[in-house]
């Protein structure tokens, strides 16, 4: 029992210690075509290596007995920076290949599940008169949210407490 115990242990160490490469992955692959609409075969390669990785992120964060410890590993930064390049992707200015909807289905869900555990709820209340008043992409405008929502929480709250 003891010895299930310690490699259970071990298995979710190593797992929760991928998600900032993961994160890290995502944004480089990212930043590489951020203003391109159509970026060229090596990109496109790197992006089907790494935007995947986003569906396996979310189940983490979703997972009940990962979820929390991924949650605490996932950083408000590294999403932030990851969010703000979503207003190039929707406009299309940014050329994601065929990983548009599910790359903005998945940074928006892990969005969701990311903030109400490290942000408070009332510093989304001004936003959120946009995002039922839009006439676009609801899950764009969420996107838009979630990195207003990121943005504030990563300027006002102490390294100490991210």
């Not at 797992?15 to 970026?39: A, C, F, H, Y």
């Not at 942000?119 to 979630?146: F, K, M, T, Y």
């Amino acid at each position: 029992n003891s010895y299930t115990t310690r490699c259970t242990s071990y298995l979710s160490t190593r797992i929760l210690s991928l998600i900032p490469t993961i994160l890290d992955q995502v944004e480089g692959s990212l930043r590489k075509v951020e203003g391109r609409r159509n970026p060229n075969s090596g990109q496109l390669k790197e992006l089907s290596a790494h935007l995947p990785s986003l569906s396996t992120l979310l189940h983490l964060l979703a997972s009940r007995g990962l979820g929390p410890h991924a949650l605490a590993a996932t950083s408000l930064e590294q999403m932030s920076d990851i969010l703000k390049m979503v207003p190039g992707i929707t406009t299309g200015e940014t050329g994601l290949g065929g990983f548009v909807e599910e790359t903005l289905s998945s940074l928006v869900s892990i969005a969701e599940l990311v903030l109400p555990q490290q942000c408070p709820v009332q510093w989304a209340v001004p936003a959120v008169g946009a995002l039922l008043s839009s006439q676009g992409d609801v899950r764009a405008v969420g996107a838009q949210l979630c990195l207003v929502v990121t943005e504030r929480a990563v300027s006002t709250l102490s390294i100490e407490e991210l």
